[in-house]
Nanobody
Framework: QVQLVQSGGGLVQAGGSLRLSCAAS????????MGWFRQAPGKEREFVAG????????RYADSVKGRFTISRDNAKNTAVLQMSSLKPEDTAVYYCNFRSLTSPAAYWGQGTQVTVSS
């Protein structure tokens, strides 16, 4: 079955950097958008960044623009979120998401804790 396995994350001081990866297996992921979401304690899950299946089209939440960069490697079915200039308000569980453009299929990673200390 389809699995998204996340790696990276952890504890970092404000101003530091972290890298999250998401590797998909168990399926064919052509025509899938990839994205990252996060959920802080007591808050709803929110969109962080997304990347198109082809080309360089990316989208970012206003709160992370200029600090986070999303990328993908279609050959490896992998999405990466490079986070820099981290702030305490970036603290959350981060989830990757693969969503089909041609069917209702959508998959989530297991979640990765990111904690930014002040």
């Amino acid at each position: 079955q389809v699995q998204l396995v996340q790696s990276g994350g952890g504890l970092v001081q404000a101003g530091g950097s972290l890298r999250l990866s998401c590797a998909a297996s168990g399926g064919t992921f052509s025509r899938y958008t990839m994205g990252w979401f996060r959920q802080a304690p007591g808050k709803e899950r929110e969109f962080v960044a997304g990347i198109a299946w082809v080309g360089d089209g990316t989208r970012y939440a206003d709160s992370v623009k200029g600090r986070f960069t999303i990328s993908r490697d279609n050959a490896k079915n992998t999405a990466v979120l490079q986070m820099s200039s981290l702030k305490p308000e970036d603290t959350a569980v981060y989830y990757c998401n693969f969503r089909s453009l041609t069917s209702p299929a959508a998959y989530w990673g297991q979640g990765t804790q990111v904690t930014v200390s002040s």
